[in-house]
């Protein structure tokens, strides 16, 4: 069946980028997501992608998207304590009644 | 802005114990789920709906039943509850099925 990958940890300095990497198997998906959850809390969207799409930013964040290698990326620059959380790539099948396939989140921390 | 809201936010079950966890959307979205999330495991889909009154199976739904008798709500039954059920759930509620809106989760502790 479809799956999604993540690294599970990434550990960076206050004030530089973070590169949160995920690879996907489905080839028909047709939006991919990141979402946000900080601790206690539920998941919160951060961006999204269409699939003819190979990148898209706003503000401190770039999405970019290799459709050939499967491979979806999140970059967020200038990255700050309250960036820590966990973040979870999803990927859209709309012929799979619109369910989201997640990966299992990798865990930003962030240090002084 | 309610958004999506989980009733209640804590509970501790006795081990056969039933009980309802209840989620309401005020956003007229047609596809709701239900999702436990686990440490390690990440997010693992219970059971989903698609519009009132239509409901299937996730990847876990053994123990559980939902039921759509209404746009808003699309509560979650533990029929038995077991200690493998302690989990951390999430209900969510989406338009288009991926931009997904989550409720604050319920923290279910069986013992």
């Known amino acids: 069946g479809e799956d999604v990958e993540q690294s599970l940890f990434l550990s960076v300095r206050e004030g530089d980028s973070s590169v949160i990497n995920c690879t996907y198997t489905d080839s028909s998906s047709t939006y991919l997501y990141w979402y946000k959850q900080e601790p206690g809390a539920g998941l919160q969207l951060l961006t999204y992608?269409?699939?003819n799409m190979d990148m898209k930013q706003d503000q401190r964040l770039t999405v970019l998207l290799n459709k050939k290698d499967k491979h979806l990326s999140l970059r967020i620059a200038d990255t700050q304590t309250g960036d820590s959380a966990i973040y979870f790539c999803a990927v859209l099948n709309a012929g799979n009644n619109r369910k989201l396939i997640w990966g299992l989140g990798t865990s930003l921390a962030v240090n002084p | 802005n309610a958004g999506v809201t989980q009733t209640p936010k804590f509970q501790v079950l006795k081990t056969g114990q039933s009980m309802t966890l209840q989620c309401a959307q005020d956003?007229?979205?047609?596809?709701m789920s239900w999702y436990r999330q686990d440490p390690g495991m990440g997010l693992r889909l219970i059971h989903y709906s698609v519009g009132a009154g239509i409901t299937d199976q996730g990847e876990v739904p053994n123990g559980y039943n939902v039921s759509r008798s209404t746009t808003e709500d699309f509560p979650l039954r533990l029929l038995s509850a077991a200690p493998s059920q302690t989990s951390v759930y999430f209900c969510?509620?989406?338009?288009?099925?991926?931009?997904?809106?989550f409720g604050q989760g319920t923290r279910l502790t069986v013992v």
């Open positions: 956003m007229n979205h047609e596809y």
């Open positions: 969510a509620s989406s338009n288009d099925g991926g931009t997904a809106f």
């Open positions: 992608i269409f699939s």
